[in-house]
Nanobody, 126 residues
Framework: QVQVVESGGGSVQPGGSLGLSCSVS????????LAWFRQAPGQERQFASH????????EYSDSVKGRFTISRNSAKNTAFMRMNNLRPEDSAVYHC???????????????????WGQGTQVTVSS
């Protein structure tokens, strides 16, 4: 059983910064790749960033590249996403997702992630 829990988020003015954390807990020896997706009201869930178990494979969507940074702690069980220069269009519920490191498929496809957190709200508004 895998448990994914997000924390962080909140409200900020345009141009501000926020941080998100994602903790993954499991009783197995399986390692996991982690990703962040976001969903604004009335819109489909969109890929934001991905980080593999080793930390060597990092991907960003074009909309967040250069502003968001994903990282992982040394124990590999927590991922962080630092969001800088936030825009109103970044407002959404942000979900962390985990998939086994051995799984195939595109890293930006939400259908390839079997484990999800409950989501955390990010609001960017003046």
């Amino acid at each position: 059983q895998v448990q994914v829990v997000e924390s962080g988020g909140g409200s900020v003015q345009p141009g501000g910064s926020l941080g998100l954390s994602c903790s993954v807990s499991t009783s197995s020896e399986v390692t996991y790749s982690l990703a962040w997706f976001r969903q604004a009201p009335g819109q489909e869930r969109q890929f934001a960033s991905h980080l593999d178990w080793t930390g060597d494979v990092i991907e960003y969507s074009d909309s967040v590249k250069g502003r968001f940074t994903i990282s992982r702690n040394s124990a590999k069980n927590t991922a962080f996403m630092r969001m800088n220069n936030l825009r109103p269009e970044d407002s959404a519920v942000y979900h962390c997702a985990a998939k086994p490191s051995y799984s195939y498929g595109s890293n930006n496809d939400q259908n390839n992630y079997p484990n999800w957190g409950q989501g955390t709200q990010v609001t960017v508004s003046s």
